[in-house]
């Protein structure tokens, strides 16, 4: 058989599919290699997950450290939390195209180990080229929760480019945005020393504009994208509605997985994510039913209605009082439900790609986000910043005004770090080395899968006529 294989895809009709048979293997198991040696160079265990040893009366013990003593260990349940919104929420979010359901969930879990393993060696690259330091990332909770954000952020590019990349350059996709957000990172947290406890900009807004300009590397546009290809049905939305309740739940721990060492503060992040994202469900359902008059799109119902967890992100650990994250989770629903709604449409006509339309629910209530937080701290009766570890001390307490204009400055200088670096790494992913993903191949898994394992389950699926 040769490399253009022929495949039968679950509508019965037969396309060919170029396919480099051992290209997506050898990438992959190179990408192992390199990360296996890196790991051995460049990480180390937590030293208190190494035993240490006492002398006891002549004789050697264990010290056996107690919980109470190691306070990130209190953070385990919502570290596990934000990796399951990671694996599931993503993973079923994104089974919401018939003829990617497999892809979507499929992909989404690799990119989430591989990301997992890789944002360590990351913490490391960035600690050598800011800092000249060569200590090795010590593996704790924490470490695995900042994996859990920046992978976060790719799949949230993922979604835009869903369906769009091959298994190929999925993987260098994996290893050069986690480095990328890091960069940015450090830009905005050390410079411009602004935080962002949520990710509304560092891990939402990066995403999504590096989706878009990836897509504009890769030269996709959306009359590129066969009709066939993005139809959904009543299975795969329910799939996609799972994954919409799991991020939901679990929100309010991706938020405040890291603020362990500060228990009113971790609180306070928690209340303030739920209430936005409670308040982002209500008017993001509410909207969707008056620009649809009268009736609800669940396309809206799985993305808006998460709005308000990715715009308080930034703001979700200031002392404010208890209507502002509803009120910002409230705007932001209407916001992105109006987004999927009515722009996406007008995106399409200027030549945006965006096939899980994740702009509309990451890079717009992002940056509203971003927008919300400076104008909180502008409007604030005291004069400070209302993180716990505040980023202005060194700067002797600049003022509102000062506070407001490093803020956007951030989400600026985030949407154009993401975007150029994206539109390279899309540029990138188009050498030969890569399979590349014809035009009436995108959106369809049928080249990457053993399409006779589903064809039983197919029967038993509702289609449309």
């Known amino acids: 058989m040769s490399d253009s294989d022929e495949y039968e895809p679950i509508n019965g009709s037969r396309a060919k599919f170029s396919v480099k048979r051992f290209s997506f293997p050898v990438l992959g198991y190179a990408a192992f290699v390199l990360v296996l040696v890196l790991f051995g160079l460049c990480t180390k265990l937590d030293d208190n997950s190494v035993p240490t040893m006492e002398k006891d009366e002549d004789e050697m013990s264990r010290v056996v450290v107690e919980t109470a003593e ?14 399951a919104m990671c694996v599931m929420g993503f993973g079923f979010l994104y089974a919401f195209c018939s003829k990617y359901t497999w892809g979507g969930i499929v992909f989404n879990f690799f990119t989430c180990a591989l990301c997992f393993l890789w944002c ?178 669940i396309l809206e119902v799985q993305n808006a209605t998460l709005a308000g967890g990715v715009a308080i992100g930034m703001s979700c650990s200031f002392n404010v009082m208890t209507w502002v994250p509803v009120l910002i989770g409230g705007l932001a629903g209407v916001l992105s439900s109006v987004g999927y709604g009515k722009l996406s449409t007008w995106l399409e006509s200027l030549g945006v790609a965006d096939s899980a339309q994740a702009t509309q629910l990451h890079g717009l209530p992002g940056m509203f986000g971003a927008l919300a937080a400076a104008l909180v701290v502008l409007f604030s009766s005291s004069n400070q910043y209302f993180a716990a570890e505040t980023q202005w001390k060194e700067m002797g307490d600049p ?36 399979d590349k993903v014809e035009h009436e191949n995108l959106i369809e898994e049928s080249p990457y899968f053993v399409l006779s394992q589903r064809s039983v389950l197919h029967d038993f699926i509702p289609h449309e006529a």
């Open 120 to 297: 360590p060696v990351c913490t490391w690259i960035m600690s050598v080229i800011f800092h000249g330091k060569f200590e090795r990332t010590a593996i704790n909770v924490t470490t695995i929760v900042e994996a859990d954000l920046v992978t976060a952020a790719v799949l949230i590019t993922f979604g835009v480019c869903y369906g769009f990349l091959s298994p190929c350059q999925l993987i260098v996709l994996c290893l050069v945005e986690p480095l990328a957000m890091k960069f940015n990172e450090h830009i905005v947290v050390n410079f411009l020393k602004t935080s962002d406890a949520g990710g509304s900009i560092l891990t939402h807004a990066f995403g999504a504009f590096f989706g878009l300009g990836l897509t504009y590397g890769l030269g996709v546009k959306p009359e590129h994208i066969p009709e066939q290809n993005r139809r959904t049905n009543y299975m795969s939305d329910t799939f996609a509605l799972v994954g919409t309740i799991v991020l939901w739940v679990f929100w309010p721990s991706f938020n405040g997985a890291l603020l362990f060492n500060d228990a009113s503060l971790q609180q306070r992040v928690v209340i303030n994510t739920y209430l936005a994202i409670c308040s982002s469900c209500v008017t993001a359902i509410a909207t969707s039913s008056l620009v649809h008059k009268g009736k609800l799109s």
């Open 70 to 83: 190691v306070p990130m260990m209190g953070s385990y349940g919502m570290m596990i939390d934000a990796t």
């Open 399 to 434: 003022g509102q005004i000062t506070h407001f204009g490093l803020i956007l400055g951030a989400a600026i200088v985030t949407l154009v770090i993401s975007f150029v670096i994206g539109l390279a790494n899309g540029v990138l992913i188009r050498i030969p080395i890569c």
